[in-house]
């Protein structure tokens, strides 16, 4: 499967919401003219051609998360129809996405089949509760290291955890990513000759049928899938692993109804896990909704985007499903092949039941190695190899530090600590850069020639100094500006400061100015404020910081202080 996406930091430059008006796909669609019976029959076809995509990837996905093939596929219909019915993209196409995988299938050894569909509830409720709170803006400031960082990391651990079926392994132990890692090697030489044979010719199948003449639209994992099923079929070769050996086959037939045994200690315990889908799912969903936007020349609505991923999210468990995204490389499938309006994605969920209803029992021969590589590509394709080596290179040394740090957390420990700890840091960062931006000093007579000019003065009076703030005031900048006052080696009678480019204060800035004021009077040094913006000059008279230096001293601009010195 070739790579569809630009990086997803790329993507992110390119964030683009519709605020205020609801853009609920079915209705922008309408707005357009999108119903109207020319555009029914491209559409159509897109449908067809991404439900045929979509039919390997939900299989894999979902073995992948640790459930059965078939749920896969009930998670791509009933998330697919209602997130092209219900989302805020009319081009987005939702499903089960390898993103997931390494969150899902934790959850799936810890809590069972049943815990991961509570979960996948609760995160379809906090990602409707997010839409309607119209956050979904807010999903964009995540930087880009962490973003980077965490789905190279996703992309190896996807990578390592399909050697077992790849390669014909026997099962194997260990709780953390090493441990796996360590008795895969050690396991490698026990692989089945057969069985990497047909993951080897089922990889090269995915990746060079696309660069083939005349096989460019069709979908490299569908050719793969279909040839390592019939050569399983026709050969019936020994020892390798088929969803019918492991699985039983997928049932012929839709899901029926089945509420999860849900209790107060089952919520409570699977609120982490549910914070973590509803979080990747929301940053996947409106990262594909960028990358339609980018591709077809529209716009989304984020909110409204995490509106239909939350409804999808909290019906897709109750019938059989999981948790499900905007899926990046299906969306783009469905624009490069005409799609245009919602009905794409709903006729790719009307494809995969018809599947289901009459081609179920033909899955029974499909290899797990050949779904193990079309997943090898997905984990290539996820990782950003390029993106996060240019990263690497380019970035500063911090941003890299940070990019580096959240890769190895994700591998080796977890991603909500990855993430978490990732987000920090880039904070840290960014408020030690603000920081050191922020500029206090002594203003010389040279800087002050227009002021003096305006008053008819060559110099400041006797015993005045003027001193600039630049940037924003707040706990960051506090050292620096203490460390400029304390350069002043004798008390002058008058000490201005110019506010004139303070952006905006916080209390720790105001507290730590009314301290040095205090100080300063208390040596008998009258204090002026000048300059100040509205927003500035409020939060002054708020924490009485006016009423401290006296209304007579605070003024809207430098010259008139001058002039009152």
Not at 292 to 306: I, K, P, Y
Not at 370 to 387: D, G, K, R, T, Y
Request: proline letters at 6%; aromatic letters at 6%; glycine letters at 10%.
């Amino acid at each position: 499967m070739p790579a569809v996406r630009p990086g997803y930091a790329q993507a992110f430059a390119r964030f683009a919401t519709v605020e205020g008006e609801i853009m609920m796909a079915l209705l922008e669609a309408r707005r357009h003219g999108l119903w109207k019976r020319q555009h029914w029959l491209p559409n159509i076809v897109a449908g067809i051609i991404v439900g045929v995509v979509a039919l390997p990837l939900a299989m894999a996905f979902a073995i992948a998360s640790g459930v059965k093939p078939e749920q896969g596929l009930y998670t791509a219909i009933i998330a697919g129809f209602l997130v092209s019915a219900l989302g805020g993209s009319r081009l987005q196409i939702a499903g089960p996405t390898g993103a997931f995988i390494v969150i899902l299938s934790g959850i799936t050894a810890k809590y069972g089949v049943d815990g991961l569909q509570i979960a996948t509830l609760m995160a379809g409720v906090m990602l409707l509760l997010l839409g309607l709170a119209r956050l979904g803006s807010i999903i964009r400031f995540i930087p880009d290291p962490v973003i980077v960082g965490f789905t190279a990391g996703i992309g190896v651990i996807i990578w390592v955890g399909q050697w077992k079926d790849f390669f014909g392994l026997p099962a194997v132990s260990g709780e953390h990513f090493h441990q796996k890692l360590w008795h895969l090697l050690q396991a490698l030489p026990q692989l089945h000759p057969v069985t990497t044979a047909l993951a080897l010719l089922s990889l090269a199948l995915v990746i060079f049928t696309p660069r083939l003449p005349g096989l460019k639209k069709v979908p490299g994992p569908l050719v793969a899938l279909v040839t390592a099923t019939l050569l399983q079929s026709l050969c019936g070769f020994d020892g390798v692993v088929t969803i019918g050996s492991a699985f039983g086959g997928i049932p012929q037939g839709l899901p029926s109804f089945h509420l999860p045994d849900i209790t107060a200690s089952r919520l409570i315990e699977l609120v982490g896990p549910a914070f973590t889908i509803a979080m990747l799912g929301a940053i996947e969903s409106l990262l594909s909704a960028v990358v339609a936007d980018g591709m077809a020349g529209t716009r989304h609505d984020s909110n409204q985007e995490l509106v239909g991923q939350g409804v999808a999210n909290m019906v897709a468990p109750l019938f059989g499903g999981f948790a499900a995204t905007g899926a990046i490389a299906r969306t783009a499938t469905n624009i490069r092949n005409g799609g245009t309006s919602p009905l794409a994605g709903m006729v790719h969920a009307l494809t995969l039941v018809m599947i289901i209803l009459f081609l179920a029992p033909l899955a029974a021969n499909i290899p797990l190695a050949a779904l193990a590589a079309i997943l090898f590509v997905v984990a290539w394709n996820m990782s950003e190899i390029p993106h996060f080596l240019q990263m690497v290179r380019r970035a500063p040394r911090a941003d890299v530090a940070i990019l580096l740090v959240t890769f190895v957390l994700t591998v080796f420990t977890d991603l909500v600590v990855a993430v978490n700890i990732g987000v920090i840091l880039a904070m840290l960062q960014f408020l030690r850069r603000m920081a050191a931006s922020v500029e206090v000093a002594q203003m010389s007579e040279e800087a002050l020639q227009q002021e003096l000019a305006a008053q008819g003065l060559t110099r400041l009076p006797p015993g005045v100094l003027v001193y600039s703030v630049e940037g924003p005031f707040f706990f960051g900048a506090v050292e620096n500006f203490e460390r400029a006052l304390a350069s002043t080696h004798t008390d002058p009678a008058v000490l201005v400061f110019r506010l004139t480019r303070v952006p905006f204060m916080d209390i720790t800035g105001l507290q730590t100015l009314e301290e040095v004021i205090r100080d300063l009077q208390r040596r008998g040094v009258r204090v002026m404020l000048a300059g100040a913006n509205p927003s500035v000059t409020a939060k002054l008279e708020k924490a009485g910081l006016v009423d401290l230096v006296g209304k007579d001293n605070v003024t809207p601009e430098l010259a008139a202080a001058i002039a009152r010195c």
